[in-house]
T-cell receptor, first 114, second 109 residues
Framework: KAGVTQTPRYLIKTRGQQVTLSCSPI?????VSWYQQTPGQGLQFLFE???????NKGNFPGRFSGRQFSNSRSEMNVSTLELGDSALYLC?????????????FGPGTRLTVL | LAKTTQPISMDSYEGQEVNITCSHN???????ITWYQQFPSQGPRFIIQ???TKVTNEVASLFIPADRKSSTLSLPRVSLSDTAVYYC??????????FGTGTRLTVIP
């Protein structure tokens, strides 16, 4: 079974632009979560989607948004990019929503904002 | 916020047992304790999960005292390939894990 895939793997943008990242979960997995990883803050939860509905959201500004499609694939969008948005963005999937499910992470998208 | 505290880094020689401790003083009743491993340029990988007492699988053991305010991941006989960052997020509510900056384990030959 194929793992979680994320596209693109690397991205360079300039301040003020917007960006869309894509995540395809493991087949059969219906929950997709997004995380931001930076050297200073570590791994931080962005949001979780299940059955096309956002179930939880972390402490990030409204510039960060996401959605999930009927096939469970998910996208996250960051508008009006800032230098501090440079990070590794990780997507994780699990079969169900709810606590205590093992999450399977993708390789991430490395975003650089210049 | 379900914050956890871990040592920033640890060194160990190959073949030794390594114990990494995580502090989670404000753990809630419905929180589970999960450990993940992350190699450079990869996403985290699940190692083990527990609620209380001891859990063991083929790669690690997890010790959780009765008050659940801390947990210890035990890696038996580490090898060079165990060099990685280890996280102990709490899973609260849905699938939103509260990670920290983790513990960087370096295994020395």
């Amino acid at each position: 079974k194929a793992g979680v895939t994320q596209t693109p793997r690397y991205l360079i943008k300039t301040r003020g632009q917007q960006v869309t990242l894509s995540c395809s979960p493991i087949s059969g997995h219906r929950s997709v979560s997004w995380y931001q990883q930076t050297p200073g803050q570590g791994l931080q939860f962005l949001f979780e989607y299940f059955s096309e509905t956002q179930r939880n959201k972390g402490n990030f500004p409204g510039r960060f948004s996401g959605r999930q499609f009927s096939n469970s694939r998910s996208e996250m969008n960051v508008s009006t990019l800032e230098l501090g948005d440079s990070a590794l963005y990780l997507c994780a999937s699990s079969p169900q929503a709810g606590a205590n499910n093992e999450q399977f992470f993708g390789p991430g998208t490395r975003l650089t904002v210049l | 916020l379900a914050k956890t505290t871990q040592p920033i880094s640890m060194d160990s020689y190959e073949g030794q047992e390594v114990n990494i401790t995580c502090s989670h003083n404000n753990i809630a009743t419905n929180d589970y304790i999960t450990w993940y491993q992350q190699f450079p340029s990869q996403g985290p990988r699940f190692i083990i999960q527990g609620y209380k007492t001891k859990v063991t699988n083929e790669v690690a053991s997890l010790f959780i005292p009765a008050d659940r305010k801390s947990s210890t991941l035990s890696l038996p006989r580490v090898s060079l390939s165990d060099t990685a960052v280890y996280y102990c997020p709490l899973s609260r509510g849905a699938n939103n894990l509260f990670f920290g900056t983790g513990t960087r384990l370096t295994v020395i030959p």
